[in-house]
């Protein structure tokens, strides 16, 4: 059989906020000595792949910039595809117009083709209403991820998906999301890395975007409970992972990673 290919969550799976996971550096290093293929896929579209990497460097993770995929460079090459030199206008952060530069896709303020929002700390009222009128003539709507809020080192901040909702309140019209748990993503991170969804494992912490992109793609799926999602959530949630870790540190050591009582599988 061969070795399994892994799709790794960063934030509650790798890193909580600041913070190194325990375990994360050493799971990383397990992965890269013994050979195992793996990518991580982020929902955060506001920071670039080389930003990412410093930061996660910075918190003692040494992870190659090729094995790091963004909500924001997914929605990029979902533009490209659905619409080769066509216009945007983007309301995001430095990831999400780099990602759109990298592809050479074309930034408007005038009659642009698509409207596409991502995560970002100093979205206006203005550029809201822009955004909203561009679609409601005509411009077809595009968010990176459906995360309805982020923690932050101030608290508590309306994510990507809660500024779409307001965009769709107002237009009428819902956007399409690229980020997990669209199989999108999924697709794209398998192309990558010339991977068949059955030989992969994807591990994430949240039960409604990490684990339900698995389950709909056809590709194993681990649960770490170092995140969102704690084991009394997990026990009442309807759709269940294939199997169950308390973090990235007991994957590496096999025996510890216990599958999930028949009782709550499908």
């Known amino acids: 059989m061969a070795q399994k290919t892994y799709l790794l969550d960063m934030d509650g799976v790798l890193v909580r906020g600041r913070r190194l996971i325990p375990g994360a550096a050493e799971f990383i290093d397990t992965l890269t000595a013994t050979g195992h293929k793996f990518m991580l896929l982020t929902n955060n579209s506001r920071h670039t792949r080389t930003d990412v990497q410093r930061r996660l460097k910075q918190q003692g993770l040494n992870i190659d910039i090729n094995h790091i995929y963004t909500s924001a460079m997914a929605a ?16 995001g952060d430095l990831g999400l117009y780099q990602a759109l530069s990298d592809a050479g896709y074309a930034l408007s303020n005038h009659e642009p083709d698509f409207v596409l929002l991502g995560e970002c700390d100093h ?14 003539t005509g411009a077809r709507f595009v968010a990176t991820n459906p995360d309805v809020s982020n ?14 909702a307001l965009i769709e309140k107002t237009t009428g019209v819902a956007p399409y999301v690229v980020g997990k748990p669209n199989l999108y993503m999924l697709q794209a991170a398998l192309t990558r890395l010339g991977e ?58 096999e025996s510890l990673v216990k599958p999930l009582p028949e009782s709550l599988k499908d």
Do not use: W
């Open 76 to 91: 990029a090459a979902y533009l490209t595809e659905q619409q080769p030199g066509g216009t945007v206008f983007a309301l």
């Open 123 to 136: 979205h206006t009222y203005d550029n809201i209403i822009q955004a909203a009128n561009f679609i409601l």
């Open 151 to 164: 923690m932050t080192e101030f608290g508590l901040v309306p994510g990507c998906g809660s500024v779409a």
């Open 196 to 253: 068949k969804p059955e030989n992969v494992l994807m591990v994430g912490d949240n039960l409604d975007t990490d684990i339900e992109m698995g389950r709909q793609g056809g590709v194993e799926t681990l649960l770490v409970l170092s995140g969102v999602t704690s084991l009394e959530t997990l026990i009442a949630a309807e759709r269940q992972p294939h199997s169950v870790a308390e973090s990235v540190a007991h994957i590496s050591r």
